[in-house]
């Protein structure tokens, strides 16, 4: 069974940094293309940063360049969502998302390029 578990997420001040962490069982995710999304209450899910399988320049929102970074650690089979300056708006439950093989870029954004999704982890920045 192919699955996600995310973790890391909590409760920090605004300035502040979190690590995400979600560990791919299943499947080996160097031969995805992994996407962060993010959903505040009453909003859509939105991406946040992406890592395509075959290159290993990140992309990111622009709400979050600068500050968020996507990597994966192949031996550990886990990709990670470094989250630095959070602020208040930063504030969604955070889902990490795998797709297999190779996604033009313009497809990352959309949740349905996906295959695999994590459970999601809470992230809260006060202010």
């Known amino acids: 069974e192919v699955q996600l578990q995310a973790y890391g997420g909590g409760l920090v001040q605004a300035g502040g940094s979190l690590r995400l962490s979600c560990a791919a069982s299943?499947?080996?995710?160097?031969?995805?293309?992994i996407g962060w999304f993010r959903q505040a209450p009453g909003k859509e899910r939105e991406g946040v940063s992406f890592?395509?399988?075959?290159?290993?320049?990140?992309r990111n929102a622009d709400s979050v360049k600068g500050r968020f970074t996507v990597s994966r650690d192949n031996a550990k089979n886990t990709v990670y969502l470094q989250m630095n300056s959070l602020q208040p708006e930063d504030t969604a439950v955070y889902f990490c998302?795998?797709?297999?093989?190779?996604?033009?870029?313009?497809?990352?954004?959309?949740?349905?390029?996906?295959?695999?999704w994590g459970q999601g982890t809470q992230v809260t920045v006060s202010s």
């Open positions: 998302a795998a797709a297999k093989g190779y996604k033009i870029v313009s497809s990352l954004w959309a949740t349905d390029s996906y295959d695999v």
């Open positions: 299943g499947f080996i995710v160097g031969d995805y293309t």
């Open positions: 890592l395509r399988n075959t290159e290993s320049r990140t």
